[in-house]
Nanobody, 121 residues
Framework: EMQLVQSGGGLVQAGESLTLSCAAS????????IGWFRQAPGKQREAVSC????????DYAQSVKGRFTASKDNAKTTVVLQIRNPKPDPTALYYC??????????????WGQGTQVTVSS
């Protein structure tokens, strides 16, 4: 069974950084693109980062570019999202998923359980 298990998250203040992890079970990230998404209360879920299976150069939403960094470990079983200078970001639930936009990720049906990131000013 393919699963994604998330860890990390919590409270982060302006000027600080926070790291989220997403570990694969039952497959390797060598085969799939991995997206990071977030959903703030009362808002639609939005894609913030995409890490393709074919290269190590992630894409980012404009709103997070320069502050978020997505990467894979050498074993290709864990992807990490580092959040820096989070002041512009909403408090939100962050998810990793197989697929880099809503439709492919929904079609894959493989999502992490979500982790809360609370931004405090």
């Amino acid at each position: 069974e393919m699963q994604l298990v998330q860890s990390g998250g919590g409270l982060v203040q302006a000027g600080e950084s926070l790291t989220l992890s997403c570990a694969a079970s039952g497959f390797s990230f060598d085969e799939f693109a991995i997206g990071w998404f977030r959903q703030a209360p009362g808002k639609q879920r939005e894609a913030v980062s995409c890490l393709s299976y074919s290269n190590d150069y992630p894409d980012y939403a404009q709103s997070v570019k320069g502050r978020f960094t997505a990467s894979k470990d050498n074993a290709k079983t864990t992807v990490v999202l580092q959040i820096r200078n989070p002041k512009p970001d909403p408090t939100a639930l962050y998810y990793c998923a197989l697929g880099c936009s809503e439709a492919p990720a929904a079609a894959s049906g493989v999502w992490g359980q979500g982790t809360q990131v609370t931004v405090s000013s």
